[in-house]
Each structure stands twice: as structure tokens, then as C-alpha cells.
């Protein structure tokens, strides 16, 4: 890549789902406002279980299988959310899928293939605009491909922003390997999900210490319930659930969990302190799913045999929520459900929207902006 193209912007985490769309959202919207247009991609696809994301013929574990190239889920969302035209929108050159990693792995290849120095002219073309990358969940996924964070920083030249979900001080450990691997390319980190009572003291103790460290912060967002939150409709694809009810209401968010297990009496005292739950209960316990029903619930989910009363439908449909039957026992049906919340893709216009908004008041991109020496139009 000549050496006076702008080099792009990489966005990468130590971790999966540590934020990195909702800041490329945000951070993109705040370009915008400046005057400067992004292309967006994300060269090793890791989101394409749904079948629209893939075009017709394509083979998932082929990029450009039938001719047609693939464009990740997220760069979906994230460009239709932005209005971005399909020609700022990068397709994937490689797909971490199974079938994909398995050859790979075989042919014992791991340069990045002819597709990345079109990638590599696409940044040189790219003129005024800034080219976006979302990296991988992880420092090392992509290095088969050759396609993991540090090894494309290092070809692209390109700077590093790291999301890190920040729960203590032991939280650093992986931001210091990053930096190891990164070093002066490393341009700096957002600490996301951090819990609200601990952001000052983040900001007046740690935020110090970090940047000492090399580590310089240009973000701290705090845990955010809806940006963890699940679709009703998820719930169900993951518990292979039947809906008995209200299934044009299944996009409702989920934010927390419950398991009505206890007296009546007790549950009802229980659920009023919840907000947005998906609650758990066996399908004879009518007495526990009527009182979840008058609290702030999203979902009943039901376990065990035999199926809900017709009054409890009733009901159900009258204040509109979904009821689901599982097949499942109830451990494993919250095992699955936990496994869900806050693992989910920022794929709903509301959470994008809470999203642009959240990095708006948490982060401070100007030292970036510096660095990048982006041109700022009147």
C-alpha cells in the first residue's frame, strides 16, 4: 500500500462481544458530523448463521462462492443502520466457518491470499475517506488466515482501537498483551460494561494508572441492560420453543432472567423489582405464571410436561406476551438463556440508537482524530 494513503482504522477486543459494533456505530456517527465518510468491513466474516447473509449459490465457507461476495452480518446492520451505499461496504475475504477452517488448516497456507491486497487497494483508493475495519472476537482468531488483529495492523500499518469489557483490575492483563503484540499501534482503548457505580473512580484512579501503562483511554461506557439484552425471538431459536402465543411480539427485549420456582406470594414480591424478564416456570404452575404476567415481563417460558392452562393464554394475549413450551428441563433451559443475554449481536434499530448515543456521552475520540490527521471539512 503506498506509504501516502490513509491508512485505515482498525476496531479489535481481547474478547467476543465486547462492544466493538456499537463503538464503530457511535464513532461513525461522530465522523459524520465531521465531515468525514467511512468505508466499512470486516475481513474475516464471523456472523453469517442467517441465511440473508449469505447470497444466493454462495457457499458460506467460500468467500465469493457463485461469484457473489459475502458481506458479514454486522457490516449488514451497521451499513443499512448508517445509510452507507453498497460501495462503502467491504465484503469478507475469508469466513471463520468449520469447513473453511478445516482446509485451511490442512493446506497449511496462512498468507492472507490475493483478496487482501485488494484490500490493500481499496485503502489506497479510498481518497478522502476513512477505511473502517472491525477485526475478530479475539487477539488470535483470524491467524490461520492470516488475518488476525496484530497481523493486519502490522500490513496495514494501521492504528488499534481496542473495546475491553472492564469488570477490576484484573481486567488488564489482556489489554498489556494487546499492547505487547500492537506496540505504537495500539492508538487506544474503550473500557465497556463497566458497572455504573465504579465509572468515577475508573476515571479519577485507574484511567491514570492505564494511560501510564501505555494504555491511553479514550472511552468508558458503563453496563448497559439493553445492549445485553436478547429478542424473545432469539430465546426461541435457541430453545427450539413453541409459541403459543403473541409471536408478532416475539422482537420484545429481554434484559434479565427469572425462575419462578418459589410461593406465589414470594414470586409476585420478587418480580416487582425486575424489569424486562423472561420468566421461568413449570407449565403447571398457572399461580406463578399469572403473577409474572402483571409484572414487567417479556416472555413466560415454560418447562416440563403438559401445556398452560387456556385462561393463562387468554390472559397472555390480553397484555400482549409471549408464551413459550420447551422441551427442555428447567436447568438446562436457563443455562441456555444466560448463555444468550449479553452474547447477542447489536442487530435492532433501538439498541443501535442507545448505542450511537452511549459512545456519544463516554468517549473521547479527539486524540484519535489527532492521530489519524483526519481532514475536517467547514
Not at 484490500?119 to 472491525?134: K, N, P
Not at 495492523?153 to 489489554?175: F, G, I, K, M, Y
Request: aromatic letters at 2%; hydrophobic letters at 45%.
Amino acid at each position: 500500500m503506498p506509504t501516502s494513503a490513509q491508512p485505515p482504522l482498525l476496531i479489535g477486543s481481547c474478547e467476543p462481544f465486547s462492544g466493538k459494533s456499537a463503538v464503530v456505530l457511535g464513532l461513525a456517527h461522530q465522523l459524520s458530523r465531521r465531515g468525514i465518510s467511512i468505508v466499512f468491513g470486516k475481513p474475516l466474516a464471523t456472523c453469517i448463521d442467517d441465511l440473508d447473509a449469505v447470497p444466493p449459490g454462495a457457499d458460506p465457507a467460500e468467500p465469493g462462492g457463485a461469484g457473489a461476495p459475502i458481506l458479514d452480518a454486522d457490516v449488514r446492520f451497521i451499513g443499512a443502520t448508517l445509510g452507507l451505499p453498497a460501495s462503502q461496504l467491504l465484503p469478507s475475504l475469508q469466513v471463520q466457518a468449520p469447513g473453511a477452517v478445516h482446509r485451511r488448516l490442512l493446506s497449511g497456507d496462512l498468507a492472507p491470499g490475493t483478496g487482501f491486497a485488494e484490500l490493500q487497494q481499496r485503502i489506497a483508493d479510498s481518497g478522502d475517506q476513512l477505511v473502517l475495519l472491525e477485526a475478530a472476537g479475539t487477539l488470535s482468531e483470524g491467524q490461520l488466515f492470516g488475518l488476525g488483529l496484530a497481523q493486519m495492523a502490522r500490513a496495514l500499518q494501521a492504528p488499534v482501537v481496542l473495546v475491553h469489557n472492564w469488570n477490576d483490575s484484573r481486567s488488564v492483563d489482556p489489554l498489556l498483551e494487546a499492547r505487547q503484540q500492537l506496540g505504537d499501534l495500539l492508538a487506544g482503548v474503550v473500557l465497556n460494561a463497566v458497572v455504573p457505580e465504579a465509572v468515577t473512580e475508573l476515571r479519577q484512579e485507574l484511567e491514570p494508572a492505564l494511560e501510564r501503562l501505555g494504555l491511553p483511554v479514550l472511552g468508558i461506557m458503563p453496563r448497559s441492560p439493553l445492549l445485553r439484552s436478547v429478542t424473545v425471538s432469539e430465546l426461541g431459536r435457541r430453545l427450539a420453543a413453541r409459541v403459543l402465543c403473541c409471536q408478532d411480539r416475539t422482537d420484545l427485549l429481554v434484559e434479565t432472567l427469572s425462575i419462578g420456582a418459589m410461593n406465589v406470594n414470594s414470586a409476585m414480591e420478587f418480580f416487582r423489582r425486575r424489569r424486562n424478564m423472561a420468566v421461568v416456570t413449570g407449565a403447571d404452575r398457572t399461580d406463578i405464571q399469572l403473577a409474572a404476567l402483571e409484572a414487567s415481563t417479556q416472555c413466560l417460558i415454560l418447562t416440563g410436561a403438559g401445556d398452560p392452562l387456556p385462561q393463562l393464554i387468554n390472559r397472555a394475549e390480553e397484555l400482549e406476551v409471549p408464551v413459550l413450551k420447551v422441551d427442555h428441563d428447567t436447568l438446562m433451559t436457563v443455562e441456555v438463556i444466560e448463555a444468550a443475554i449479553g452474547h447477542v449481536r447489536l442487530h435492532e434499530a433501538v439498541k443501535a440508537t442507545y448505542a450511537i448515543r452511549l459512545v456519544e456521552e463516554s468517549c473521547r475520540f479527539e486524540r484519535l482524530f489527532e492521530r489519524l490527521r483526519l481532514p475536517v471539512r467547514a
